[in-house]
């Protein structure tokens, strides 16, 4: 009793995380609390005021779709919501043709219970449409067909048969209720879409797993000997028609529609999988792969129980990965994310700052989380021969770092004067194209096999 309401009081806490943002998965959870709590107190309504009537049995179908509220609320924190939603489009369908049927008490206002199905149909078509086929479009017109079928016939249930309501003008009614109806849903069907090159990446982005078309690259990572210290994984997306899409093209998508969680996890698992798979030819022991790691993924409630569980699947030990996390990451609660690196820290994982120098941070507040390296952004890098103030930046960003005891990682290495400034200032970790660009896994291996001998 005491882990149930522990666990309840968990996700009560995680609601922030749950609602906060713009992604269609947070929308569709906030609309059926919205959903739930609205039938909640409808249904409590409709259950005293039957139950005063007399009206026992339609009192009891109102606390089946007062339950039905709760179900709704309580769906909209649980994993596997597709599931529920099958459950819940289906059950409130149920209920309301229940209700047509038994809920005669009031034949005036009989007609206007029907604008249920109109808020059921166009809702579950805008809601619902990044949702499977059958939930974007059959079920809608499922309730459109129904609407029609009851705004016609005036079906109940009376005196143990169904009885009909049938109006005088029956045709002039019907064309006044079909038409604006079908119109409203044809409108409803037209504008749920985005067609911005962004939707439509956002769209094609969201089948690439299944699919196959995600691909790691890996970019070798060199001291100041040149040699090789590790790897950085690096997403791409082989689109089959438009090729190659850049990572700064499709990661602010996946960032802002929330499906960078589920990329994340796909590139953390196989990540570790070609780690396990080269150690086994190869024993890699001393070298270390670096893992990008975005932060919506990171305050996610799963993602340390997933990466734990990925690491004892494939056996490889915490020391061997390092998380890149950027600036930007400290904008989000603090306390969360000083938890979470400091649990990984505890077991050995090295964390990264990628791109500092371009963005939110400072040295005072990376020195409050357990961090372990800096990477000098690249577009600093690049003007250290072109820009005085740049190559000012870089060089009291090395010494600082090098006095708190902070690894420095300069990435952009296009040549060898680069390398050697750089070097020569007090920086010891190095990644360009000058030494290679992200290689597929094949080609990596071809640098592991130099770097072995």
């Not at 890996?218 to 000997?225: G, L, M, R, T």
């Not at 960032?255 to 953390?268: A, N, R």
């Not at 190869?282 to 990008?292: A, E, K, P, R």
């Not at 963005?359 to 072109?386: H, N, T, V």
Request: hydrophobic share 45%.
């Amino acid at each position: 009793m005491i882990s149930y309401f522990s666990s309840r009081y968990s996700m009560l806490k995680d609601l922030p995380f749950i609602l906060q943002g713009d992604n269609p998965e947070k929308k569709l959870r906030l609309t059926l609390l919205i959903a739930g709590f609205s039938s909640i107190l409808a249904g409590f309504y409709m259950v005293a005021t039957n139950f005063i009537k007399g009206e026992n049995g339609v009192s009891a179908l109102y606390c089946l779709s007062t339950a039905m509220g709760f179900y709704i609320v309580i769906a909209a924190f649980r994993d596997k919501l597709n599931k529920h939603l099958y459950i819940i489009v289906h059950a409130l369908l149920l209920i309301i043709m229940l209700l047509f049927l038994l809920d005669n008490d009031h034949r005036v206002e009989k007609h206007s219970e029907y604008n249920y199905l109109v808020a059921l149909t166009v809702g579950s078509a805008l809601v619902l449409r990044q949702q499977t086929p059958y939930l974007s479009k059959i079920f809608p017109l499922i309730c459109l067909v129904v609407y029609l079928f009851f705004i016609s016939t005036g079906l109940t249930w009376q005196h143990s048969a169904f009885q009909l309501n049938i109006p005088h003008e029956s045709g002039f009614y019907i064309v006044n209720c079909a038409v604006p109806m079908i119109a409203l849903l044809l409108t409803a069907f037209t504008l749920r879409g985005n067609y911005s090159e962004t939707d439509l990446i956002k769209r094609e982005l969201s089948q690439a797993i299944e699919k196959n078309q995600l691909e790691l690259y890996y970019q070798p990572q060199v001291d100041s000997n040149k040699k090789l210290i590790g790897f950085e994984a690096l997403l791409r997306w082989k689109h089959p028609v438009k090729g190659f899409i850049s990572p700064e093209v499709f990661i602010p998508v996946a960032e802002k529609s929330g499906l960078i969680i589920d990329i994340g996890k796909w590139v953390m698992e196989h990540t570790l999988q070609q780690i396990a798979e080269w150690d086994r030819g190869q024993h890699l022991s001393d070298l270390v792969f670096s893992v990008n790691i975005s932060p919506l993924q990171l305050i996610h409630r799963d993602f340390t129980q997933d990466t734990l569980l990925s690491l004892s699947h494939y056996k490889i030990r915490p020391e061997r990965l390092k998380f890149e996390i950027t600036e930007t990451t400290f904008v989000y609660d603090q306390k969360r994310i000083g938890d979470v690196i400091s649990h990984f820290s505890q077991l050995g994982v090295k964390w990264a700052i990628d791109d500092f120098g371009v963005g939110y941070s400072s040295l005072k507040s990376i020195s409050d989380f357990a961090i372990d390296d800096i990477k000098i952004d690249k577009s600093l890098i690049m003007q250290i021969f072109k820009n005085e103030s740049s190559a000012i930046v870089v060089q009291k960003t090395i010494e600082l770092s090098r006095e708190m005891g902070l690894n420095v990682l300069a990435e952009g290495i296009e040549s060898e004067e680069y390398f050697t400034y750089l070097r020569d200032k007090g920086c010891h970790l190095f990644q360009g194209y000058h030494f290679a660009r992200p290689l597929p896994p094949a080609d990596a291996q071809v640098w592991i096999k130099k770097a072995k001998i």
